[in-house]
């Protein structure tokens, strides 16, 4: 508010030295029609009419420290044009010490939890750190035809192969469409469940990729998209090793929110080459279904949260966070017949956040989440028995908001996996995480 009234004074004087101007115009008039001999007005006169002149076709600058305020919440406007762009991101660190045999340091990955006979079984405990999470990005908006809003966002953060920097959303909107990377339409990034491991829920669907979507409002409280989305497929192949499927047909979802609830469908042509039969291309044809949501102003607990998500269906392990992690869970190939067969999966999660003190987001704020998820796959009777069958996932934290953006947070996480052959094994996991948000 300084600076726009620093602004605004600027511009009023450049004004009030225009008006004089004028003024001073007006009375060399008059002189002139009275004093016939006075054909020029005096040199003094004319230089400083001159400097006046010039002063007034000028725009009061800015002060170098002074930036204009763009037109959304945080942003500034780009000097010469319409566009206004925000810049944001995240610090994260984490500190892991994970008690048990577990594939991962940095996370919980519940898939990876070694069973009874396992090699990786009396792996012993450890500590990690890591910053990797942390992430930039940028959001810019500007008018284009018909005096509509466009918009354009990118993320990263360095959680990539190799802790390199890796594309998180990339994509641009217009009215109702929206083209590029971002969360899924069949995914519900708005179910959150408080759980503050990078890896997230076993069970949950927070899936992003490239996309293509319309997006109609057909009442105040409900909302339709539809998509098409890439198509990517994880298999498995006769000898075991993971495959990647041939894309062709992109995935087809449709999507429902009302108030804090969404319902979801995808349809999905899975292809793929198997080794056992090179070059020769089996289809199948996947299905899935989602229903996620928020239940809030709990009658014993107004300032308490209840969210679920539940999935399943056909050759949708790619949506399914553990599944989608191991890889080669939305198909399988027989061995004797080289034939492509779907798997049958579901997932489900729940949530109860209790906040202890204060308000969402506020300073001082203290909440804890008790989350309880699971993920089942319906084996196929060719699969070893060593396959994937069920995992289940556990945690409980505590969460504080020392300022605002900021949270520091603890969790202890547990987690199973029980194989075909019912083999299982547990692990536990401590985390201590701080994060800022710009």
Do not use: C, M
Not at 2 to 31: P, S, T
Not at 357 to 373: C, F, K, N, Q, V
Request: glycine fraction near 10%.
């Amino acid at each position: 508010e300084a600076q726009k009234a620093a602004v605004d004074a600027e511009a009023a004087n450049v004004e009030a030295l225009a008006k004089e101007r004028e003024l001073e115009k007006a009375w060399l008039d008059e002189v002139v029609q009275s004093i016939p001999t006075l054909v020029q007005p005096s040199k003094e006169i004319a230089e400083r009419l001159a400097k006046l002149e010039e002063s007034s076709k000028k725009k009061p600058d800015l002060p170098p420290e002074v930036v204009s305020a763009g037109d959304f919440p945080g942003s500034i406007r780009v000097p010469g044009s319409q566009a206004a762009i925000k810049f944001g991101g995240a610090v994260w660190v984490s500190a892991v010490s994970t008690l048990d045999a577990l594939g991962s340091d940095d996370r919980f990955l519940t898939w990876t939890i070694p069973v009874t006979g396992d090699p990786g079984v009396d792996k012993g405990p450890r500590t990690s750190f890591w910053a990797n999470p942390s992430k930039l990005n940028f959001d810019a908006r500007t008018k284009g035809p018909g005096d509509r809003t466009i918009r354009a966002f990118i993320e990263g953060d360095f959680a990539g192969p190799s802790n390199g920097f890796r594309l998180r959303h990339a994509y641009f909107q217009v009215g109702r469409f929206l083209a590029g990377q971002t969360w899924s339409t069949f995914s519900d990034p708005d179910a959150d469940n408080g759980d503050i491991d990078f890896e997230g829920v076993n069970a949950e669907n927070v899936k992003r990729q490239a996309q293509f979507r319309y997006t109609q409002r057909v009442s105040p409280t409900v909302l339709l998209a539809a998509s098409i989305e890439y198509p990517y497929s994880s298999l498995t192949d006769t000898n075991g090793s993971v495959v990647q499927g041939v894309n062709q047909v992109p995935d087809l979802i449709a999507r429902g929110t009302w108030t804090r609830s969404e319902g979801a469908a995808v349809l999905r042509s899975i292809r793929g080459e198997s080794a056992a039969r090179p070059n020769e291309t089996q289809h199948a044809t996947g299905w899935g279904l989602s229903a996620s949501g928020t239940l809030s102003a709990l009658s014993w607990a107004p300032a308490d949260e209840v969210n679920f998500q539940v999935n399943g269906g056909e050759g949708i392990g790619r949506f399914i966070n553990d599944l989608d992690s191991a890889g080669g869970q939305d198909g399988a190939f027989e061995p004797a017949t080289g034939e492509l067969h779907l798997l049958s999966h579901w997932g489900w999660y729940g949530s109860y956040l209790h906040r202890w003190h204060g308000s969402a987001g506020e300073p001082g704020d203290l909440r804890s989440s008790l989350i309880w998820g699971a993920v089942r796959v319906a084996n196929l009777d060719f699969q070893p028995q060593s396959a994937y069958r069920r995992t289940n996932r556990l945690s409980l934290n505590l969460v504080w908001t020392p300022f605002r953006k900021a949270e520091f947070g603890a969790q202890y996480i547990w987690g199973q996996r029980i194989n075909r052959d019912g083999a299982q094994g547990e692990a536990r996991q401590l985390q201590l995480r701080a994060r800022y948000l710009f």
